[in-house]
C-alpha cells in the first residue's frame, strides 16, 4: 500500500484556501459533534411538561445518543479505514443534521428519541478525522492538529451547555434544533469543500457479524449501566442485561480471533501499547466526566443546603466555561509536551493533574473561585491526557488501522464516562438530606465523589507509567512476528 504524502504547501488560489482550512474545518466538526451531545441537557427538566413523557422516558433522549454512539464508532471508524475516512465523515455528519431537523419537526417523544440516536452516529468525527489528519499532515504538524482534535471534546461540551441554556431560557426550544441542523449543514458544506479523501484504505469485506455482536454486546453492557439506578442493580432486568454482555461479548471476542478480517484486531488490542492505552482511556473518562457532571449538580444545589449556591443553567454553563477555553488554549502546550517527552508522559502527567484538581475539589467546594480553580485545573489535565491517547494510538497501529483503533479508544473513553455517571448517582443517592422536604445530596455526598474520580485518575497515571515507550524496527517487527509493523513505521515502510 502506497504511503500518502502530505498535504502540499499553501498554494494561491481556493485549493490553497482549502488546504490551510483542512485543521479548522475538523476542529468545528468536532466541537459542533460535543455540543451536539449536551444541547438536550437544559431541556431536560421541562421536557416532561413539552412533551407530555414521562421523566423516564425523557432520559432515554440522552441514553439514545450514548448508546448509538459507543455501538456506531468503532463500526464506522472500521467502515472509514475500509471504505474511505472522509466518505464516512460525510455520512455520520449528515445524519447528525438529520437528526437535529426531526427533533426541530417534531415533539412526540418517541420520534425525539430515535432522532437522537441518528445524532449518536457524530461521535465517530474525532477519530476519523484524527485518522485523516495522519495520513494527510507532514509530522511536524502532525501533533498540535491531533492534540486540538482531540481536545474539541470537551471544548464543545463546555461550550454547548450555556448556549444551548440561552436558547432554552429565551426561545422556543425547537429554535436550538433549527440552530445545530444549520450548523451541522455548515459542516457537511465545509468537509466536502476542504476535507480530502484519505488514499490509505485496508482492504477486505466488512465484518458484518462481528459489527452486530459489537453492537448487541455494547447495547447490553451501557443499557445495564447507564439505567442500573434507575431499574435497581439487583433487578432482573439489570442482572439479565449483565450476564447478556459478557456471553454476547465473549462469543463476540471468540469469532473476532479468528475472523479473517476482524472488525476490531483482537491480536493488536492484546499489544501492551494498545491495549493499555485503552485502558488508560476507560479510566480518564471516568475520571473527566465528574468534574463536569459533579459541579453541575453542586453549583445549582440550594443555598438552603449549606454548601450551594443556587446558580442557574446558565450561570452554570459559564462556571464550567473556563475548562472549555483552557483546553483550547492548552492543546499546543500538549502536543510539544508530547514531542520532546513521549505521549505517555503527557498522558500519566495529565492524569495527575486531573487527581490535583478534585484535591482542590475535596479541600474546598463551598467558594465559587475555588470550585473554579479546581474545575480549571481538571480541564487542564484532560487537555493532556485527551491529546495523548490518540497520539499513543497513531503510534502503535498500522496506517489502515488508525480509525478503527481510535474508534476504540473513543469507546473506552465513553464506557467510562457512563461508568462514571452511574458511579456518581450512586454516591449522591446514598448521601442525601432532605432540604424543604426534597432530598438533596450532601456536601459530603460530593467531596467523596469527588475523591473517588480522583483516586481513579491516580489509577491512570499509573497505567499510562506502565505502557512502553515506543520501540525501534527491531523490536516492533518482533513483536507483531515479522509481519507489518506497526506506527509511524508502518507509514516509513509502506
Keep these: 500500500m502506497a504511503s500518502p504524502g502530505p498535504i502540499p504547501a499553501p498554494t494561491r488560489g481556493s485549493a490553497g484556501l482549502r488546504t490551510r482550512l483542512t485543521i479548522p474545518v475538523l476542529a468545528y466538526c468536532g466541537i459542533l459533534m460535543a455540543v451536539m451531545q449536551t444541547v438536550v441537557v437544559p431541556l431536560l427538566p421541562d421536557l416532561p411538561r413539552l412533551t407530555g413523557a414521562s421523566p423516564g422516558a425523557v432520559s432515554w433522549m440522552v441514553t439514545a445518543s450514548l448508546l448509538s454512539g459507543a455501538v ?19 455520512l455520520s455528519f449528515g445524519l447528525m443534521a438529520a437528526g437535529s431537523v426531526i427533533c426541530a419537526l417534531t415533539s412526540q417523544i418517541g420520534v425525539l428519541i430515535a432522532a437522537r440516536a441518528l445524532q449518536g452516529a457524530a461521535s465517530c468525527v474525532v477519530p476519523l478525522s484524527i485518522s485523516i489528519l495522519r495520513d494527510e499532515l507532514p509530522p511536524e504538524r502532525r501533533g498540535s492538529a491531533v492534540a486540538l482534535m482531540s481536545s474539541t471534546v470537551g471544548i464543545g461540551a463546555a461550550l454547548g451547555l450555556p448556549a444551548a441554556a440561552v436558547v432554552v431560557q429565551y426561545a422556543n426550544w425547537h429554535v436550538m434544533f433549527w440552530v445545530t441542523a444549520a450548523l451541522g ?34 447495547i447490553c453492557l451501557l443499557l445495564a449501566v447507564s439505567q442500573g ?19 454476547v461479548l465473549g462469543l463476540w471476542w471468540w469469532q473476532q480471533l479468528r475472523a479473517a478480517r476482524p472488525l476490531v484486531d483482537l491480536r493488536l488490542v492484546s499489544h501492551p501499547r494498545v491495549g493499555l492505552s485503552h485502558v488508560a482511556a476507560l479510566l480518564t473518562g471516568f475520571a473527566f466526566y465528574a468534574n463536569s457532571l459533579v459541579t453541575a449538580q453542586l453549583v445549582q444545589a440550594p443555598e438552603a443546603s449549606g454548601y450551594g449556591l443556587g446558580l442557574s443553567i446558565v450561570q452554570t454553563g459559564l462556571v464550567l466555561l473556563p475548562g472549555g477555553v483552557i483546553m483550547l488554549l492548552l492543546s499546543p502546550v500538549s502536543a510539544r509536551i508530547s514531542e520532546a517527552r513521549g505521549p505517555r508522559v503527557t498522558l500519566a502527567l ?6 490535583s484538581g478534585y484535591a482542590v475539589r475535596v479541600a474546598d467546594s463551598r467558594e465559587l473561585w475555588m470550585i473554579m480553580v479546581g474545575a480549571a485545573i481538571v480541564g487542564t489535565g484532560t487537555t493532556l491526557a485527551y491529546s495523548a491517547l490518540p497520539a499513543l494510538i497513531l503510534r502503535a497501529v498500522p496506517a489502515g488501522q488508525t480509525a478503527s483503533a481510535n474508534g476504540v479508544n473513543v469507546l473506552m473513553r465513553t464506557i467510562g464516562q457512563a461508568v462514571s455517571s452511574a458511579a456518581v448517582a450512586a454516591v449522591l443517592v446514598h448521601h442525601t438530606s432532605p432540604v424543604g422536604g426534597i432530598p ?21 497515571s499509573a497505567v499510562a507509567l506502565t505502557i512502553p515507550g515506543d520501540p525501534g524496527p527491531k523490536e516492533t517487527r518482533r513483536a507483531h512476528g515479522g509481519a507489518r509493523p506497526v506506527g509511524d513505521e508502518a507509514l516509513e515502510g509502506a
Design 72 to 90: 456506531l464508532t468503532p463500526v464506522l471508524g472500521r467502515a472509514g479505514d475500509m471504505y474511505g475516512k472522509r466518505r464516512v465523515l460525510l
Design 440 to 460: 438533596v445530596p450532601t456536601l459530603n455526598g460530593y467531596l467523596l465523589a469527588f475523591g473517588v474520580a480522583g483516586a481513579v485518575a491516580l489509577a491512570a
Design 185 to 218: 449543514a455548515t459542516g457537511v458544506a465545509l468537509i466536502r469543500w476542504a476535507v480530502p479523501e484519505s488514499p490509505v484504505r485496508e482492504p477486505g469485506r466488512f465484518d458484518v457479524t462481528g459489527a452486530l455482536g459489537l453492537a448487541a454486546g455494547l
Design 229 to 247: 439506578g434507575q431499574w435497581g442493580w439487583t433487578s432482573a432486568r439489570i442482572v439479565a442485561l449483565f450476564l447478556g454482555a459478557v456471553v
Design 350 to 355: 495529565g492524569a495527575a493533574v486531573i487527581a
